[in-house]
């Protein structure tokens, strides 16, 4: 699939977003065909270039910043000098998407918030992303992803009920608001192409972690207000009864998803009796005690009974055991880009256009490798 297949080609995006959540949308965008340019801080840049949790970089820059900025252009600039404000003027003139994602108030302070843009451009689509919301009682609270999920209450819903809160083991509020607001971004796309008409969307991280609980916090909200109460046997769901779970073999894990009680008990050879225990009510005993059956053998003795009887089950795999199933390559989900000391390996956009997967071999953008556009313009 080439450039000009892709659907997205010919939109112009301007990304004054940085670290995580906004440049997932753009990168989104990117993935579709979108000329995405990334607007950073001169002499420093995003600050994913160089600011991340892991200690591993790529030609002196962190991993993250490769793989979520894959396909894009760099434009360094100051924002608080004149002249350069001036000339990324004339290119939001001329763009179709702007996205943001600094804290309430600062994109408006240097001239580039959603009013003045769409002064100089009346069918801008505009993006934001903040961390509460920019009218809340919290909008002046740093907006990264792990306070996110303090705020949210979504840290009591994993982990076992004599566990403290646990944290989700990835950056979830930022990948989902930056998906949201993709999503958003081509709605109003669309919307402009059959009305003329530009808009404003905006997301934040608390929205966007409150959606992924919508089940739970649906279930909360009609059931008289009652809290999440995390099962202490082999646990992985708050509300879901026996057995529902991660168990213990005698080499490994597998997990069990919603089964009949009465079945897994007969081929699974559990010795504590059944009769009288509810799956819900009795869970943490349920647990237990098909835990006790599960600890007797290796995980690949019960896939093979749970194959045969069309159990819900899967063995608990490692990324290595992932990917050498062969799976992933079956799915194409995984791509190279060039990089000046060798490929760098990450993963493609999860969807596919008319059967085939969007894919570029451009890598993540050299600070400043899109300068040029402050004399030519968008080319």
Same mark, same amino acid.
């Given at each position: 699939?080439?450039?000009?297949?892709?659907?997205?080609? %010919?939109?112009?995006?301007?990304? /004054?977003?940085?670290?995580?959540?906004?440049?997932?949308?753009?990168?989104?965008?990117?993935?579709?065909?979108?000329?995405?340019?990334?607007?950073? $801080?001169?002499?420093?840049?995003?600050?994913?270039?160089? &600011?991340?949790?892991?200690?591993?970089?790529?030609?002196?820059?962190?991993?993250? /910043? !490769?793989?979520?900025?894959?396909?894009? #252009?760099?434009?360094?600039?100051?924002?608080?000098?004149?002249?350069? @404000?001036?000339?990324?003027?004339?290119?939001? =003139?001329?763009?179709?998407?702007?996205?943001?994602?600094?804290?309430?108030?600062?994109?408006? #302070?240097?001239?580039? *918030?959603?009013?003045?843009?769409? =002064?100089?451009?009346?069918?801008?689509?505009?993006?934001?992303?903040?961390?509460? %919301?920019?009218?809340?009682?919290?909008?002046?609270?740093?907006?990264?992803? +792990?306070?996110?999920?303090?705020?949210?209450?979504?840290?009591?819903?994993?982990?076992?009920?004599?566990?403290?809160?646990?944290?989700?083991?990835?950056?979830?509020?930022?990948?989902?608001?930056?998906?949201?607001?993709?999503?958003?971004?081509?709605?109003?796309?669309? @919307? #402009?192409?059959?009305?003329?008409?530009?808009?404003?969307?905006?997301?934040?991280?608390?929205?966007?972690?409150?959606?992924?609980?919508?089940?739970? +916090?649906?279930?909360?909200?009609?059931?008289?207000? $009652? &809290?999440?109460?995390?099962?202490?046997?082999?646990?992985?769901?708050?509300?879901?009864?026996?057995?529902? %779970?991660?168990?213990?073999?005698?080499?490994?894990?597998?997990?069990? *998803?919603?089964?009949?009680? *009465?079945?897994?008990?007969? !081929?699974?050879?559990?010795?504590?009796?059944?009769?009288?225990?509810?799956? /819900?009510?009795? #869970?943490?005993?349920?647990?237990?005690?098909? %835990?006790?059956?599960?600890?007797?053998?290796?995980?690949?003795?019960?896939?093979?009974?749970?194959?045969?009887?069309?159990?819900?089950?899967?063995?608990?795999?490692?990324?290595?055991?992932?990917?050498?199933?062969?799976? &992933?390559?079956?799915?194409?989900?995984?791509?190279?880009?060039?990089?000046?000391?060798?490929?760098?390996?990450?993963?493609?956009?999860?969807?596919?256009?008319?059967?085939?997967?969007?894919?570029?071999?451009?890598?993540?953008?050299?600070?400043?490798?899109?300068?040029?556009? +402050?004399?030519?313009?968008?080319?």
């Amino acid at each position: 699939m080439t450039m000009s297949d892709l659907p997205l080609e %010919g939109v112009r995006v301007l990304d /004054f977003s940085q670290f995580l959540a906004g440049p997932y949308a753009s990168l989104r965008l990117a993935d579709l065909g979108a000329d995405v340019v990334k607007v950073e $801080r001169a002499g420093k840049g995003d600050l994913s270039r160089y &600011l991340y949790v892991s200690n591993v970089s790529v030609e002196g820059e962190s991993t993250i /910043f !490769h793989a979520i900025n894959r396909g894009k #252009r760099s434009l360094e600039i100051n924002l608080k000098a004149d002249t350069d @404000r001036a000339r990324l003027q004339d290119l939001v =003139a001329g763009a179709d998407i702007v996205i943001q994602n600094f804290r309430p108030g600062v994109i408006e #302070r240097l001239g580039f *918030g959603y009013e003045a843009v769409k =002064a100089l451009n009346p069918k801008i689509i505009y993006g934001s992303i903040s961390g509460y %919301g920019a009218d809340t009682a919290w909008n002046a609270l740093p907006g990264q992803d +792990l306070l996110t999920q303090a705020r949210s209450g979504v840290m009591w819903l994993s982990g076992g009920a004599d566990d403290g809160p646990v944290a989700i083991g990835l950056p979830v509020a930022d990948m989902l608001a930056g998906a949201a607001l993709a999503q958003g971004l081509l709605a109003l796309l669309f @919307r #402009r192409e059959r009305t003329g008409k530009g808009g404003l969307v905006e997301t934040s991280l608390l929205e966007a972690i409150t959606d992924l609980q919508f089940e739970l +916090l649906t279930t909360h909200l009609n059931d008289g207000g $009652r &809290l999440p109460e995390r099962q202490r046997e082999n646990p992985a769901h708050a509300y879901l009864a026996a057995p529902y %779970g991660v168990y213990r073999t005698a080499d490994g894990h597998i997990a069990l *998803g919603m089964n009949d009680l *009465g079945e897994l008990w007969t !081929h699974f050879g559990v010795e504590t009796p059944l009769a009288g225990l509810d799956a /819900f009510r009795d #869970r943490d005993a349920v647990s237990a005690a098909l %835990g006790t059956a599960l600890a007797r053998h290796p995980t690949g003795h019960w896939m093979d009974i749970a194959m045969a009887q069309d159990f819900w089950a899967a063995p608990v795999l490692s990324w290595d055991e992932t990917l050498a199933s062969g799976v &992933l390559q079956q799915l194409d989900m995984l791509q190279s880009v060039a990089l000046k000391d060798g490929p760098l390996h990450t993963t493609a956009i999860p969807m596919r256009i008319d059967g085939a997967r969007p894919k570029s071999e451009l890598a993540a953008p050299r600070l400043g490798t899109a300068n040029a556009l +402050l004399k030519s313009g968008w080319s």
